[in-house]
């Protein structure tokens, strides 16, 4: 090839200001895209560490379609492409709210059962409990440490949940340094999460950057790694403007995967459209017929375009069985195999903790990591001296001490949603009532005399 025609061409081409259509980075397509990402300094840590996939799914109630689409469908991807992955039953997450034990108990089992249906494999990822390692917990309190309300009280997860309840439980407030510490036990390079909770991705990599700077090099940066693609938020079938959601009040809004196939089709037939009959994919104006067309595709592996040509004789009451047809179908086998699973509950019990083990040998490695360094423990190394910063001693600037001093009387501690009661101060308090012996009874009397309480 001869490399100076081609520069002479490309520069005569720039010369007359022609433009030239060449193949970019940004054009190819992608499965996922990285948010909230490293610096270009933390780029250059990151490469010491192996990429590491963690995400995690909480135990309360049936997965849906949503979860199932959008999250366990390209779990199950990451693990077939050969990645080092970690998945993990949070269960400790789902105490932030009141649960019924016995209910909580077998929701674990049937989200166990559930993923090992939808393919996910104990051989290639690692399929654990949350609170089978308890590391999880020793590293989420050393996390709180570092931690500041300030930082936490700003989430939105916290304060749209916050709304529902009178008494806002402390959990509910700090687990997302729960979650931190979940992903950074593992040092997971990235994380697979919906758009949702890109702040606590933030988060996790705003407390790694702390004890890095505070510690040493020990944690990787995270990406969070969110779905390009439309399909990536399948909405409530009665009410698109919302995902869909297992906590929605209106039953017919969510497909739950182990769902009878006529209960599926009777929600699909009373998904909410529109006025108009033909079948097109209109996102922005026709969300609720658009959703039936991404569920179509992504159940059936065709591409939206070629649905969208074979339904064109076909009106949208009609199109809505179709749906239903090709979501029973492609829902059936996992159905069975979840109901299989639950079957054999000493089985899933073996498999669930094999994946403990697993973790453990992770999770122990990389928890005596940390409190070597900050100096917890007995441990025969000594960790390195640091300067203990005016942040750390909450040492307040000069400037404001004066401010700070001035207002301290007038100062009400808040915690979130709720103030600490401080009792009223009066100019004297007295703790028990005044009394006064009786003058004659001191002198005629040699036994104690009853005391005369002061009116």
Not at 24 to 41: A, M, N, Y
Not at 223 to 248: F, T, V, Y
Not at 405 to 428: F, G, N
């Amino acid at each position: 090839m001869n490399y100076n025609k081609i520069i002479k061409c490309l520069s005569w081409q720039k010369a007359k200001n022609v433009r030239i259509n060449l193949p970019s980075l940004s054009s190819q397509t992608r499965k996922f895209s990285s948010e909230s990402g490293p610096s270009v300094e933390e780029e250059k840590e990151n490469l010491k560490y192996p990429r590491k996939i963690f995400s995690g799914i909480q135990p309360t109630g049936q997965l849906h379609l949503g979860n199932y689409l959008g999250a366990v469908q390209k779990w199950t991807q990451l693990q077939n492409s050969g990645d080092d992955v970690t998945y993990c039953i949070v269960d400790m997450h789902s105490i932030t709210m009141p649960q019924n034990p016995a209910l909580l108990r077998e929701n674990i089992f049937e989200m166990a059962a559930t993923m090992f249906a939808c393919g996910l494999d104990p051989e290639k990822s690692t399929i654990f409990v949350q609170s089978s390692v308890q590391e999880h917990t020793e590293l989420g309190w050393i996390l709180n440490c570092l931690c500041t309300m300030p930082r936490l009280g700003h989430l939105p997860q916290y304060k749209e949940k916050s709304r529902t309840v009178k008494d806002v439980p402390l959990g509910l407030y700090v687990y997302p340094v729960l979650q931190a510490a979940d992903i950074m036990l593992y040092k997971a390079t990235h994380v697979p999460v919906g758009e949702d909770q890109l702040q606590h991705i933030q988060l996790t990599q705003h407390l790694s950057r702390i004890f890095n700077t505070k510690y040493g090099q020990t944690f990787p940066i995270c990406h969070a790694m969110i779905e390009n693609h439309d399909a990536a938020r399948i909405r409530s079938l009665r009410n698109p403007s919302k995902k869909m959601s297992k906590s929605d009040l209106d039953t017919k809004a969510t497909i739950n995967i182990r769902d009878a196939p006529e209960i599926i089709v009777e929600k699909l037939k009373k998904a909410v459209t529109d006025f108009t009959s033909d079948v097109t994919y209109e996102p922005e104006a026709r969300p609720g017929v658009s959703n039936l067309v991404v569920i179509h595709s992504m159940v059936s592996g065709t591409p939206i375009e070629k649905i969208i040509e074979e339904s064109r004789t076909i009106d949208t009451g009609r199109y809505k069985l179709r749906v239903a047809e090709a979501v029973v179908e492609h829902l059936k086998p996992i159905r069975l195999a979840i109901d299989d699973h639950l079957q054999k509950k000493n089985d899933l019990i073996h498999l669930l903790e094999s994946g403990a083990e697993k973790a453990r040998e992770v999770a122990q490695q990389n928890i005596v990591e940390v409190k070597e360094k900050m100096g917890l423990g007995i441990y025969r190394n000594i960790p390195q001296s640091i300067d203990m910063s005016a942040e750390l001693l909450h040492v307040l600037p000069k400037d404001k001490k004066a401010a700070k001093t001035k207002d301290k009387e007038s100062e009400v501690p808040t915690v979130p949603k709720q103030k600490l009661r401080i009792e009223k101060k009066s100019k004297q308090q007295n703790l028990a009532p005044s009394f006064k012996l009786d003058d004659d009874s001191l002198t005629t009397s040699s036994t104690p005399s009853m005391a005369k309480k002061v009116q």
